[in-house]
């Protein structure tokens, strides 16, 4: 039996719930599998085996429309990124008072994840969306699973375009961008690119999600960090070497680092990690999802004397940090 559309956004509702204020992860699970049955129910795009392409554009690449769903599956990633864009409505609309808040979601992919569940609790008369994505097929999802759940009027506009040059329209005032077009160490796709076209055309007050990105080196060992795995709250020992780059609303692009690394006879791997703070005390820290895991720079064979190694980022078709000592 087909659920009607209330029906649908109760669920909605409930799921939504669990993601915001609900600490065990089975429940959190459940929710995450329920938007997924519903989300893919509604735009016929399934997280399942991926079939379509990915998009190579000059400034790194635009997945799929099933990948793009697949992120919805990252529990702790979806969790975190909507808790943390419910505070920020929250709090910006206590700045703006008597209109609605305009969200500029850049990269929505064919379930605007991090923003549709958030309908549930905030009526369209307090918050619209510009849907923007590269991929048409993704928007037109999206489209779909807007006018299938009734949330048309949330929806300011439908926008097929590559946001590394996107315009914001003149008419509409944007007080909250967000964007996750990410990998582990800002590797392949657009976030710095995007965030460097998007954020100098804001408001000095409106909020960009993720606050802030930092990548830092650290030399790890893989005992150490498989130890951390198998065994329940062992902290692995690494050597913290520096930040490398940090994103945040006073956006500049990254520039060569110079990283001091000291001789070491055990820590030979040179990583890169990732933290993302999505707003306020809502962050993803090492190993929480797939943009925060280790990245792997290279292993330091000769490592018996302090050595200099120098980060510096790409912006190109293929982005990320190269190093070189
Ligand atoms: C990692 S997926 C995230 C999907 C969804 N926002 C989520 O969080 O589950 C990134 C999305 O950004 C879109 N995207 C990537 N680069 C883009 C660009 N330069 N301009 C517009 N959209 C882009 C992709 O097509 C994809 O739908």
Not at 131 to 158: E, F, M, P, Q, R
Not at 282 to 303: D, G, H, I, Q, R
Request: proline share 4%.
């Amino acid at each position: 039996m087909e659920l009607t559309t209330q029906q649908l956004n109760e669920s909605i509702y409930d799921a939504t719930n669990a993601l915001l204020f609900e600490e065990d992860y089975l429940h959190i699970k459940k929710s995450i599998d329920q938007l997924n049955v519903l989300f893919s129910g509604a735009t016929g795009v399934k997280a399942g085996d991926i079939t379509d392409e990915d998009i190579y554009l000059p400034n790194g690449k635009a997945v799929s429309t099933i990948k793009a769903a697949h992120c919805l599956k990252e529990l702790e990633r979806t969790r975190r990124f909507i808790r943390g864009i419910n505070q920020a409505i929250e709090c910006l609309s206590g700045t703006i008072q008597g209109r609605t808040l305009n969200i500029l979601y850049a990269g929505c992919g064919p379930y605007a994840t991090l923003l549709t569940p958030l309908t549930s609790r905030f009526s369209s008369a307090q918050i619209n969306f510009i849907l923007l994505d590269i991929n048409a097929d993704s928007l037109a999802a999206a489209k779909t699973l807007y006018d299938k759940l009734g949330l048309s009027t949330y929806v300011i506009d439908y926008v097929c375009a590559d946001a590394t040059t996107y315009k914001f329209p003149d008419d509409i005032c944007i007080d909250m961008v967000i964007s996750e077009t990410m990998l582990n160490a800002l590797r392949k796709e657009p976030q710095l690119a995007i965030m460097n076209n998007l954020i100098p055309q804001m408001r000095k007050d409106a909020v960009f999600i993720p606050e802030n990105i930092i990548v830092e080196a650290v030399l790890t060992r893989w005992k150490e960090e498989y130890s951390s795995f198998t065994i329940t709250d062992y902290q692995p020992k690494r050597i913290n070497l520096g930040v490398v780059y940090c994103a945040s609303r006073e956006f500049k692009l990254p520039q060569p680092v110079v990283i001091q690394v000291p001789a070491s006879e055990t820590h030979n791997r040179l990583d890169l990690f990732t933290e993302i703070t999505v707003f306020g005390r809502e962050v993803l820290t090492t190993y929480n999802c797939s943009l925060t895991m280790p990245f792997a720079v290279c292993k330091l064979e000769n490592n018996r004397e302090d050595m200099k190694v120098t980060f510096e980022y790409v912006m190109s078709d293929h982005p990320g940090f190269t190093y070189k000592y």
